[in-house]
C-alpha cells in the first residue's frame, strides 16, 4: 500500500520557519506603528520567541529590513521568469520587468514610504547603494542582464557590461516614484512602465550607430565611476553573515 504523504511538498526547516515568522512580524509592526517606533524586542514578542532568537536571525533591526529586500528580490526573480523565457522583444522584456516589480511590491506599498525615509540617508545600511544591500542589488541587477541577453536587440559593445546597472538605475527611479504614487492600484506606476520600457529599448537599439559613440562612451564612463563597487564583485562574494542556519 502507497504510503500517505510522498507526494507532499518538503516542509521548510524550523530554522527557516522561524526566520519566516520573525521577518513577517516586523512587517507587520513596521505597517502598524512605523520602522522608527518598532524595536527588536516588540518583534520578538509579537514573533513570541526570545530577544536572543531575533538577534540571532537577524544582527539588527536594518538586517530585519534588508530580510525584506532579499524577499522581494527573490520573489520578483520567480515572477519575471516567463518573461526572461519568453519573447525576445527588448521593450517588451524591459517592460515585463518592470511591471512584475510592482506587482510583487504592491502588497508592501502602504507602508514603502517607511522604508523610503532611511533608505534615503546615504550612510544609511538601508541605501540601496550600501555595502548591506548588496545582495539584493546583484540579484536585481541579474535579472536585467538576463532580461538583455535574451533579447534580439544587441546594444553597443561598449556598454554591454555596464547596461544592466543602468537599467538597475532605472528600476530604482521607478521604485522612488512608485513609494509616492496615491493611484489606485499604482496604476501611474503602471503607466510609467508602459511609457518608459520602448523609449530604453529604443535607445539601447541606437546606441549601435556610430554618430552616437561619443555619448556612449561617456555614458559608460559615469557609469564606471559612479555605480556601487559591490555590483562588481565576483559571484558568491557577501558582505554580512547569512542568518537562518540555527535552531529554531
Given at each position: 500500500?502507497?504510503?500517505?504523504?510522498?507526494?507532499?511538498?518538503?516542509?521548510?526547516?524550523?530554522?527557516?520557519?522561524?526566520?519566516?515568522?520573525?521577518?513577517?512580524?516586523?512587517?507587520?509592526?513596521?505597517?502598524?506603528?512605523?520602522?522608527?517606533?518598532?524595536?527588536?524586542?516588540?518583534?520578538?514578542?509579537?514573533?513570541?520567541?526570545?530577544?536572543?532568537?531575533?538577534?540571532?536571525?537577524?544582527?539588527?533591526?536594518?538586517?530585519?529590513?534588508?530580510?525584506?529586500?532579499?524577499?522581494?528580490?527573490?520573489?520578483?526573480?520567480?515572477?519575471?521568469?516567463?518573461?526572461?523565457?519568453?519573447?525576445?522583444?527588448?521593450?517588451?522584456?524591459?517592460?515585463?520587468?518592470?511591471?512584475?516589480?510592482?506587482?510583487?511590491?504592491?502588497?508592501?506599498?502602504?507602508?514603502?514610504?517607511?522604508?523610503?525615509?532611511?533608505?534615503?540617508?546615504?550612510?544609511?545600511?538601508?541605501?540601496?547603494?550600501s555595502d548591506?544591500s548588496v545582495?539584493?542589488?546583484?540579484?536585481?541587477?541579474?535579472?536585467?542582464?538576463?532580461?538583455?541577453?535574451?533579447?534580439?536587440?544587441?546594444?553597443?559593445?561598449?556598454?554591454?557590461?555596464?547596461?544592466?546597472?543602468?537599467?538597475?538605475?532605472?528600476?530604482?527611479?521607478?521604485?522612488?516614484?512608485?513609494?509616492?504614487?496615491?493611484?489606485?492600484?499604482?496604476?501611474?506606476?503602471?503607466?510609467?512602465?508602459?511609457?518608459?520600457?520602448?523609449?530604453?529599448?529604443?535607445?539601447?537599439?541606437?546606441?549601435?550607430?556610430?554618430?552616437?559613440?561619443?555619448?556612449?562612451?561617456?555614458?559608460?564612463?559615469?557609469?564606471?565611476?559612479?555605480?556601487?563597487?559591490?555590483?562588481?564583485?565576483?559571484?558568491?562574494?557577501?558582505?554580512?553573515?547569512?542568518?537562518?542556519?540555527?535552531?529554531?
Amino acid at each position: 500500500m502507497e504510503q500517505a504523504g510522498d507526494d507532499r511538498p518538503a516542509k521548510a526547516p524550523k530554522s527557516e520557519q522561524t526566520r519566516t515568522l520573525i521577518l513577517r512580524t516586523a512587517l507587520r509592526l513596521f505597517e502598524e506603528r512605523g520602522y522608527d517606533r518598532t524595536t527588536m524586542r516588540a518583534v520578538a514578542q509579537e514573533a513570541g520567541v526570545s530577544v536572543g532568537n531575533a538577534y540571532y536571525y537577524f544582527a539588527s533591526k536594518e538586517h530585519l529590513v534588508q530580510g525584506f529586500y532579499d524577499r522581494i528580490a527573490a520573489e520578483h526573480e520567480a515572477a519575471v521568469r516567463p518573461v526572461l523565457a519568453g519573447d525576445p522583444d527588448l521593450a517588451v522584456r524591459i517592460r515585463g520587468v518592470l511591471l512584475g516589480w510592482l506587482d510583487v511590491a504592491g502588497q508592501y506599498h502602504r507602508f514603502g514610504a517607511q522604508f523610503f525615509k532611511n533608505a534615503a540617508d546615504p550612510d544609511s545600511p538601508l541605501s540601496p547603494f550600501s555595502d548591506e544591500s548588496v545582495a539584493a542589488r546583484e540579484a536585481a541587477v541579474s535579472i536585467h542582464r538576463r532580461c538583455l541577453a535574451g533579447a534580439s536587440t544587441r546594444p553597443d559593445p561598449e556598454l554591454e557590461e555596464s547596461l544592466p546597472q543602468l537599467l538597475w538605475l532605472m528600476q530604482m527611479g521607478l521604485v522612488l516614484f512608485w513609494v509616492h504614487d496615491r493611484s489606485e492600484g499604482a496604476e501611474r506606476s503602471r503607466r510609467l512602465v508602459e511609457r518608459t520600457a520602448p523609449l530604453a529599448a529604443r535607445a539601447i537599439a541606437l546606441s549601435r550607430f556610430r554618430v552616437l559613440r561619443p555619448l556612449v562612451r561617456q555614458l559608460h564612463g559615469v557609469l564606471v565611476e559612479f555605480m556601487p563597487a559591490a555590483t562588481s564583485r565576483p559571484s558568491g562574494a557577501t558582505s554580512r553573515p547569512s542568518a537562518g542556519t540555527g535552531p529554531g
